[in-house]
Each structure stands twice: as C-alpha cells, then as structure tokens.
C-alpha cells in the first residue's frame, strides 16, 4: 500500500514517494523557546513524530529537521521585560520543551538546530536574494520583493487582499514605509541600539523570522525537500514566505514536495493560545496522567481536524493505557507471530492521510479482545507508545 498525505498546496491527498530513493526529509518549524509548551504544541510535534515513526516502519530512512527560533521580536522583548539575557531565557525554555517532549516520548529530531547556528547559512542567502534581485535594501533592513516571485499566495490560495488583511492581525506591518509593496516581509532587519546584532556586508542587524527556517532547511536538508510541517497557522505568512525565498535562493522547485499543517486545538472554546492564557499545560498533564494517555488522546484526533480539548477525553486514553501496559508481559503471542491482518487494516488507516483515530479504533479492538499481543505491541511501538 502506499501511504497518501493531503499537500496543502494542491489540497488532495497525493501519494508520497520522496526525492531520494528511500529517505524522507522532513522539516518542522520548532518553537520560539521564550515560554512554556501547552498541548497544541504538543499535539502538531506528536504527529509529526508518528509519521516519523510510521514512515520508518515503510521502510523508508527519514532524516528529520526541527528548528529552534532562538532570536526574534518575541524573544527580545520578553528578555527586556525579565531584565534576563536572551540566551539564557532561550535555553531554559528550549530545555523545558525537549523535557516535555521526552516526557511523551516524542523521538528528537535527527538535527535540532538553533536559529542562531546557522547564521552563516542565512546571511549566505539573504546576500544572494540581494544579489539575483529577489531583494532589496530599505532604511536599515532587507526586504523580499513578492513581485518578483509571481506564485506568492500558491500555498494559502489567499488573494492580495486577504494576505493584506492576515498581515495586519499577524503583526506583519504591511504598512512599513520602507517597503515597496505591503506583502514584502522582513529577510534582514538593521540593528537597534541594545539588541544582539550579526554583521553583513549590508549593515549589523539580525535575520528576520521566516528566513531563518529556509536556511536550515537549506542547511540540513538541502536544496529541496519531501515534506514540511508546522501548526495551520503558519502557512501564512511564514510557510508562503519560506517557499518565495528559498525557490528563489536556489531556482529549484518545489522548496517542499508537500505541505503538512496540523489543526489547532480548542480549550474554553478559543484557539489555546499565550495571548489568551488558556493553555492546558503538558508539563501539568504529566502529573496526573501517563504518557501513554496522552499519546493516545492526541493521536484520537485526526491532524487535520480542529478539536477541543475536555479532560474526559481521558477515560478512554487511560483505559487503554493500562492495556497497553499489560503488553509486555506477553499474554498470548511472542513477537514475530503477528497476525497480518491486523496489521493490513492498521496500515490501510494509516496509509490514508495518517488517519490515526481509524488505527486507534482498531487497536483499541485488538487490544480489548486480547488474542494477539505480538501484533498489539508493534502497533504500539509504531504510533510511539511506550512498551
Ligand atoms: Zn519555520
């Protein structure tokens, strides 16, 4: 069988089948390490590591990227109000998000990479966007000039006007008098007085958001790569703008073969969000609940389905956490036996758009009849509970 994923782009599932035989490239925008994880962040690296996972059962190697956004606007400003060096608050707050995935057991990506690391790589691109006329200088910074790259809007199928209008609520300052068009985004922003800087042959300043994740992307994974990933609302402006830079940085197309963007998840009836402060905390979770609940009321919800968060999702997900975690010891079955019609009817789900409330159904049968707990514990192995 072979596993089809929904493209944002061309919105249809499409059959994945990478650049290079047998390796997947996978790139997922990480966090910005100035606050604490909340279960929406939780639920859009959760998926991504079960495909991880799910593609490596495929038979493919998979070679995953995820960045830190360790220098931007919201960092900086946070710094200023704690009175607390910026890197300092960035690596704490990096470290409390790698223990709140290990705590799920979410696999850390093959390269996890800081913003700041690839400066070179960035500085590298932003001189060549300069250089072919994709850029220019304006005040102190550099802006990407969207009229040069036509297919601006391909991903997000948004209108001029509507990306206008997002760009407003998004904090992307259409009306900054230094550019030439209100979609230019910021690729280098000239320093301010009392803020870390880097220096180009352009001025002193620091990258802008959407830049740092094309180049390491660029860095890691190279010119082009299978799949990119994020939370919905990053499609635009962040993912339109990566897809304008880099094609143009490297005149290769598509930057990304797929798109893949993870819904939003509800509490009290908003989006969770830091600005709202309705957050359901995984660090809080961990408390009183098993990982393996958690995995399995994230992995209930299919990624693309927006859905609200109530604690009595978790009588089922603890129900059959503790079935999970009567596998090992090994009831029925020993591992190689396993039953390959289970597993065909678990990969068929699987195989549809990563439709991992379909699969839990099947193993939540297969784990309350009890008759096959070889097949049950790789199933459990593969969506990444702990076994
Ligand atoms: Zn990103």
């Known amino acids: 069988m072979t596993l089809k994923l929904f493209n944002s782009g061309s919105t249809i599932k499409e059959a994945f089948r990478p650049l290079r035989k047998n390796v997947a490239s996978l790139y997922v925008c990480g966090v910005t390490p100035y606050d604490t994880t909340h279960l929406g962040h939780a639920f859009t690296y959760t998926v991504f590591d079960t495909l991880g996972r799910y593609l490596m059962h495929k038979g493919f190697g998979v070679v995953y990227t995820q960045n830190v956004t360790d220098i931007d606007d919201d960092i900086l400003r946070r710094s200023k109000k704690e009175g607390r060096d910026w890197r300092e608050l960035g690596d704490f707050w990096t ?63 948004f209108n001029t006007r509507q990306m206008e209008m997002l760009l407003r609520e998004r904090g992307g300052n259409p009306l900054d008098a230094n550019k030439r068009n209100p979609l230019d985004f910021i690729l280098w922003q000239g320093w301010t007085e009392g803020e870390p800087y880097w220096n180009t042959p352009w001025g002193r300043g620091r990258p802008g958001w959407h ?22 609302d990053l499609i635009f402006p962040h993912h339109e703008s990566e897809i304008a830079q880099s094609e143009s940085y490297t005149g290769k197309r598509p930057f990304s073969r797929f798109f893949m963007h993870t819904a939003m998840v509800m509490y009290m009836g908003e989006k969770m969000s830091k600005s709202l402060g309705n957050l359901v905390l995984v660090s809080h979770l961990i408390k009183t609940h098993t990982p393996n609940a958690i995995r399995w009321l994230l992995l209930s919800h299919h990624y693309r389905q927006v859905w609200e968060y109530d604690e009595q999702g978790f009588d089922e997900a603890e129900h059959f956490s503790e079935m999970i975690g009567r596998l090992h010891v090994g009831r029925n079955t020993v591992d190689g036996s396993a039953d390959e019609s289970y597993m065909s009817e678990f990969e068929q789900a699987m195989d549809d758009d990563l439709n991992t409330p379909q699969a839990l159904r099947m193993f939540g049968a297969l784990l309350d009849n009890g008759k096959d707990d070889a097949t049950a514990r790789r199933i459990a192995r593969i969506l990444g509970f702990i076994v």
Request: net charge positive.
């Open 95 to 157: 470290r409390r998000f790698l223990d709140d995935m290990k705590s799920i057991n979410v696999m850390r990506p093959t390269h996890y990479v800081k913003a700041t690391a690839s400066m070179p790589r960035i500085i590298r691109m932003v001189g060549r966007l300069l250089e072919k006329g994709f850029a220019y200088r304006s005040g102190n910074n550099v802006y990407f000039d969207v009229k040069k790259f036509p297919r601006y809007g391909s991903l997000s199928h």
């Open 211 to 232: 830049i740092e994740c094309s180049a390491m992307a660029n860095e890691y994974l190279g010119d082009r790569i299978d799949i990119h990933g994020g939370g919905r």
